[in-house]
T-cell receptor, first 111, second 113 residues
């Protein structure tokens, strides 16, 4: 069954606003990763948070992890039109390098 | 070139054709992956190679045949595909013994007629 489920499925905001997307998962994990995919292209690794970490920052990205709720959130601050993409969470449960993926959140940032 | 490259970027083939997808990684990684991405479905892992040995085969039909001649190159040989095989095929690589972050190529958009 699907491990990661992103919420919302689609999000539309204005440039300069913050975007928050969430990911829930079902089993224990070693780490949780967020990726970005521009339309019809490959995925780009954004950030990884380990199971013993609660928050991590990278530039305009902030990721939180709540293992008690089996959920994570990705916050993009001061969004830009170039942030328009699909965002996926993937969980690593230590199963032989196999990541479990969600369906993604489609983010549209309007200029 | 840097990162992970894939060729061709687009492919149209008939159901009786034989074609191959190629992936090359320039990151010094020792694990490589094939994924299938279809609309409204999670990314599907097809095959994993670690140190040139296949370690994962997710019940993929035999019309898909992977080949990993060395740690930098990965092929996906296609034969007698079905229209439902039309999708974006993504190659990725990672380094075993690290966190598991994967690095993706741009993908091959495949259309089977």
């Amino acid at each position: 069954s699907q491990q990661g489920e992103e919420d919302p499925q689609a999000l539309s905001i204005q440039e300069g606003e913050n975007a928050t997307m969430n990911c829930s998962y079902k089993t224990s994990i070693n780490n949780l990763q967020w990726y970005r995919q521009n339309s019809g292209r490959g995925l780009v690794h954004l950030i990884l948070i380990r199971s013993n970490e609660r928050e991590k920052h990278s530039g305009r990205l902030r990721v939180t992890l709540d293992t008690s709720k089996k959920s994570s959130s990705l916050l993009i601050t001061a969004s830009r039109a170039a942030d328009t993409a699909s965002y996926f969470c993937a969980t690593d449960a230590g199963n032989n390098r196999k990541l479990i993926w969600g369906l993604g959140t489609s983010l549209a940032v309007n200029p | 070139e840097t990162g992970v490259t894939q060729t061709p970027r687009h492919l149209v083939m008939g159901m009786t054709n034989k074609k191959s997808l190629k992936c090359e990684q320039h990151l010094g990684h020792n694990a490589m992956y094939w994924y299938k991405q279809s609309a409204k479905k999670p990314l599907e892992l097809m095959f994993v190679y670690s140190l040139e040995e296949r370690v994962e085969n997710n019940s993929v039909p035999s019309r898909f045949s992977p080949e990993c001649p060395n740690s930098s190159h990965l092929f996906l040989h296609l034969h007698t595909l079905q229209p439902e095989d039309s999708a974006l095929y993504l190659c990725a690589s990672s380094q075993t013994g690290t966190s598991g972050a994967q690095y993706f190529g741009p993908g091959t958009r495949l259309l089977v007629l």
